[in-house]
């Protein structure tokens, strides 16, 4: 690679205008040269000699003709055994080592290694010297932490190579040779644990992209019986301020059935990242017994870091899943928000005085969300594995008002939409998805029939309760009313679901279905309640009775107790 | 030598530019014109094309005045001697103080490495059960009071600065009317305050770039004092009003309107003043309080939407009082479980009475009969209102929870609250003494 250099000509704000002597490349990372301290940067534009640079640091005390170093290289990520359990900022600098070399606050020009050099990893080999191998096939593995991290060819070696050598099991740093590799040429190539990926560049080393079919189980069970998603698949929360965003993608990033969990705090507070980060360490995953830190990587770049880094960010996060994806697990990257990495790029274009779209967003807004999300997938890896990158993204429309350009973007490439609403919020009913406005496209754990009945309940029970609120409860029917206390009541135990309670927080499929099946059934019974007083003293004591049954223990003496309770009450009010 | 420059290029609005080399962004300069000295910070460079935003503004400054580049960028000093002290937005004393020159440190610097922060703990008491009860202020907190023009929002400000339990008071106003700010001014000298206050106030008569000044200025200085180990109770006000000297330098500078006017970059330019709010381990902490007044009493407004994505919550302060729906501490639930075992049932219980008034009210207004149980209510309803949300009420946590106990004790029978029986047996009134 040419390793060209520049000098400052511009700055305005976090772009820095430089003139190039030498070849320069579009996203080519540079460094601008500020006495001790360099400061990373990306091209963004180039015009003749001159480059337009966004740089990933704050700007202050940059002069013209100060000196710029480009790298001849794209902005990269590391990739190697080690990621797991991190706290990266969103350019893979290691937070917690930062703030050991800098104390409280974030000092630019200080870039960090992403993967521990010195640490030895405990590699076994997979395949022998005359091997014939392509990139993402693997050489061999290393445990790190509930896993295989499979050691990989590296993605950029497309071609077909034979392994010329290969080290025995045992203990290596992620920067020794373990294997070269030749081509058909005869050009040999040395491998190690560790290599860096371009993040804007989708992996693709896969035989085949699947369709998303199987859930990816929330245990939430707004999400996984009426608007599910599936592993592989992308869905979209968009919501006011405060009507929980935020909280529903901690409680996923948690409770989640998946392997790995990526979460990209994007532009939002960094006191919701400590929060994960001082719990995540303490809690312990059902499924593996291990702390939830064991599977989780969190890129954390907050609203008061720099701007440009926020854009990097995602990328970075989704680069970490796809590689991940790559040793056939599956990978949950859930981006809070996606309307600030949006901001970002609308800061920039705006600087470059692109000529602005709707809010003043770039033209290209459309096709950049488009292109993140299509990173996500279902894939058929060439060794038959399958491996899933599933994205969910918060998006902060301004005013709450989802006829933006972000929220319209996003809608139109996701799987799934998990409106969250106002009103809902305020009245406390969380999580405050709107289950009637929000959809998706990807398969419930529950029979299609029955969640199509249960939707018509919550349909009709919200139109009787439209009309209440004109004609007041004496103009309304028995029968209305009934079907409006049944919706309401559909409402409050199903779909409503206490975040905070340590049994009904997480809800499992078999608990989902089973729990279903003794609504369903309530939902489609004719009650002989003759009038408007007795059928909501019923279904008040019954909710409270379901309530109570929604926080026991799954198949405890007490769930017992309360389901034999909820059917009897229900066996007495019903005709037969 | 600094050099200096005779020859102003163009001058449009606040903004002028000069030719000159050897100059870094956010570089300070002196603009010296017939109407006196005022500084100047570098917001372009383009070639040796110096665009600079002058403090004072651009009204009277000429092509031909001199511009002095001092070589560094805004400062403010730092020293105990700051306490007690009034500064406008660009730190020059408005009081009779002399300018204060020593420790000066650089305003606007990086954030906080997020791995370093604290779960938040401490309540901030402030006697207002508004807040004490039902939204607990958490040190290290950023909460904005959103309101009206016309609304007490200042006294409130005022209020809490006078009682919370903190070291340290710093406040920025920004856009403040004058009477406002001897308000400001006489409330914390009465109160015997002052000498851990420090201000830094713009009023609306001064020029706006000094507003934009006005939150680098309090919080650079909050930092170093919670550095020290203070509590700094940091107040903002009207962050409406910095929001608007934002776009109109932006609008100067032609940059694309993203909404309403608004610089595309609103929230990350509020975002890096809110997140200074901090608690750090084995030393201070910075709580932020701020008023954003709400441009048509609507929140949808760019200002104020921006601002609730930020802040952790928001009182609504509406018609002289702290609204009990809408108001929110996102931080709440870190403190109110150790203050007394009712006190989170008793919120909980007492807003959802609240609520089910409100239904009764509007019952009421549609003509819909009252039943026994709207009529308990709106007596209910009226107590809470007068007892408990009115601003004038001022008493500390533990008095405000025996209150509530006993508005729920006359207006209600026991099982009517839907408590738990094990807290209506001990602190239900009348209960209490039979045991
Ligand atoms: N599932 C829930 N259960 C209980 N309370 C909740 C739930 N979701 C949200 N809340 C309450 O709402 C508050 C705000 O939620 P959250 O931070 O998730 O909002 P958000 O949509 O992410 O807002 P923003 O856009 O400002 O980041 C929380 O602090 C909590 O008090
Ligand atoms: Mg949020």
Sequence with gaps: MIKSSGKVVGVNGNMVSVEVEGQVSLNEVGYIVLGDQRLKSEVIRIKGSRAEMQVFEMTTGIGIGDAVELTGELLAVELGPGLLTQIFDGLQNPLPQLAEKCGFFLQRGIYLNALPRDKKWDFTPLVKAGASVTDGDSLGFVPEGIFKHQIMVPFNYTDSYTVKKIVPAGKYTVETEIAVIEDEKGNQFPVTMMFTWPVKRAITSYAERLKPVDPMITKVRIIDTFLPVALGGTYCIPGPFGAGKTVLQQVTSRHAEVDIVIIAACGERAGEVVETLKEFPELIDPKTGKSLMERTIIICNTSSMPVAAREASVYTAVTLAEYYRQMGLNCLLLADSTSRWAQAMREMSGRLEEIPGEEAFPAYLESVIAGFYERAGLVRLRNGKQGSVTIGGTVSPAGGNFEEPVTQATLKVVGAFHGLSRERSDARKYPAIHPLDSWSKYSSIIPHEQVEYARKILFRGNEVGQMMKVVGEEGTSIDDYITYLKSDFLDYVYLQQNSFDPVDAAVSVERQKYVFTILIDILAASFSLTSKNDARHFFNQLRQKFLDFNGSEWQGEGFKKLENEIKSMVADKKNS | ?435
């Design chain 2, 1 to 435: 030598m600094r050099k200096i420059y005779s020859k102003i290029d163009s001058i449009a609005g606040n903004v002028i530019t000069v030719s000159a080399d050897g100059i870094k962004y956010g570089d300070l300069a002196v603009v010296s014109s017939t109407y006196g000295d005022s500084l100047a910070n570098v917001i372009r460079l383009d070639g040796e094309k110096v665009a600079l935003q002058v403090f004072s503004g651009g009204r009277g400054i000429s092509t031909g005045d001199e511009v002095r580049f001092l070589g560094h960028p805004m400062e403010v000093s730092f020293s105990d001697n700051l306490l007690g002290r009034i500064f406008t937005g660009s730190g020059k004393p408005r009081d009779k103080g002399p300018t204060l020159e020593e420790n000066m440190i650089e305003i606007g610097g990086p954030s906080v490495n997020p791995a370093m922060r604290i779960i938040p703990r401490n309540m901030i008491r402030t006697g207002i059960p508004m807040i004490d009860v039902f939204n607990s202020l958490v040190e290290s907190q950023k909460l904005p009071i959103f309101s009206v023009s016309g609304e007490p929002y200042n006294e409130l400000l005022a209020r809490i600065a006078m009682q919370a339990e903190v070291d340290m008071i710093i406040l920025g106003g920004m856009g403040l009317k004058y009477d406002d700010y001897l308000y400001f001014k006489e409330t914390l000298e009465n109160g015997g305050a002052m000498s851990r206050t420090i201000f830094f106030v713009h009023t609306a008569a001064d020029p706006i770039v000094e507003c934009l000044l006005v939150p680098d200025l309090s919080l650079a200085v909050a930092e170093k004092f919670a550095l020290q180990g203070k509590k700094v109770l940091v107040l903002l006000t009207d962050m409406t009003n910095f929001s608007d000297a934002m776009k109109e330098i932006a609008i100067t500078m032609e940059q694309v309107p993203s909404n309403r006017g608004y610089p595309g970059d609103l929230y990350s330019q509020l975002a890096s003043r809110y997140e200074k709010a901090v608690d750090f381990e084995g030393a201070g902490s910075i709580t932020i309080l701020a008023v954003t007044t709400m441009p048509g009493d609507d929140v949808t407004h760019p200002v104020p939407d921006n601002t609730g994505y930020i802040t952790e919550g928001q009182y609504y302060l509406r018609n002289g009082r702290i609204e009990p729906f809408g108001s929110l501490s996102r931080l709440k639930q870190m403190v109110n479980k150790d203050t007394r075992e009712d006190h989170r049932a008793l919120m909980d219980g007492m807003i959802k009475l609240y609520a089910s008034y409100k239904e009764s009210l509007e019952k009421m207004s549609m003509g819909f009969r009252m039943s026994d149980w709207d009529e308990k209510l709106l007596k209910y309803g009226e107590r809470f209102e007068a007892e408990m949300m009115d601003l004038s009420v001022n008493i500390p946590l533990e008095k405000a929870l025996d209150k509530g106990w006993e508005i729920l004790g006359e207006s209600f029978t026991s099982e009517e609250t839907g408590l738990r029986t094990d807290l209506i047996n001990k602190f239900w009134p009348g209960k209490k003494e039979e045991n």
